[in-house]
T-cell receptor
Framework: SQTIHQWPATLVQPVGSPLSLECTVE??????LYWYRQAAGRGLQLLFY??????ISSEVPQNLSASRPQDRQFILSSKKLLLSDSGFYLC???????????FGNGTRLTVT | QKEVEQNSGPLSVPEGAIASLNCTYS??????FFWYRQYSGKSPELIMF????GDKEDGRFTAQLNKASQYVSLLIRDSQPSDSATYLC?????????????FGAGTILRVKS
């Protein structure tokens, strides 16, 4: 069966510090991968998605970036965090077009 | 701009009643539709998906899709306090480099015992 791992679960970072969140998927090949952000009390905002190694589509670039160095690994990064980057970051995968998304447990990021 | 609209609620129903959650979407080209449940502080979990017009039933849940009206709904029969959560509607759109799921803001459901 397929599993998705996302870490860390919680993170507190000062403004201006860098960020790296990692997500890996097991039990499937060539998944579509996604990063979403959910601000407190708000809906899910799509940040990035990828259909293959090295391919990234950006929805809300701002000061965030994403990379897919391996087939089942997806990384979300920032060089300098802003207060507005606080939120619940969710990695997700899907098997193919029209397939449901399956979410990791999420990372709660607080920028202070 | 692709949009998915949901009433934020909260929707309050008594235990044992039917909860009806609604969602509209902006793009007629959408092909697949999903309902997720999210408990406070947790990640969303898939409840149901529907691709064709009509009803699809799974246990106490029924998803209804009307593409002509650009409307999808979720019915929860025999609602239980454990159903209290935020319900997210998601619509799939095909883009140049793959497909993406756009979510509504969610409807808060409260089931009172």
């Amino acid at each position: 069966s397929q599993t998705i791992h996302q870490w860390p679960a919680t993170l507190v970072q000062p403004v201006g510090s860098p960020l790296s969140l990692e997500c890996t998927v097991e039990g499937t090949s060539n998944p579509n991968l996604y990063w979403y952000r959910q601000a407190a009390g708000r809906g899910l905002q799509l940040l990035f998605y990828s259909v293959g190694i090295g391919q990234i589509s950006s929805e809300v670039p701002q000061n965030l970036s994403a990379s897919r160095p391996q087939d089942r690994q997806f990384i979300l990064s920032s060089k300098k965090l802003l207060l507005s980057d606080s939120g619940f970051y969710l990695c997700a995968w899907s098997a193919a077009y029209n397939s449901p998304l399956h979410f990791g447990n999420g990372t709660r990021l607080t920028v202070t | 701009q692709k949009e998915v609209e949901q009433n934020s609620g909260p929707l309050s129903v008594p235990e044992g009643a039917i909860a009806s959650l609604n969602c509209t979407y902006s793009d007629r080209g959408s092909q697949s539709f999903f309902w997720y449940r999210q408990y406070s502080g947790k990640s969303p979990e898939l409840i149901m998906f529907i691709y064709s017009n009509g009803d699809k039933e799974d246990g106490r849940f029924t998803a209804q899709l009307n593409k002509a009206s650009q409307y999808v709904s979720l019915l929860i029969r025999d609602s239980q306090p454990s159903d209290s959560a935020t319900y997210l509607c998601a619509v799939n759109w095909e883009e140049e480099y793959g497909n993406k799921l756009v979510f509504g803001a969610g409807t808060i459901l409260r089931v009172k015992s």
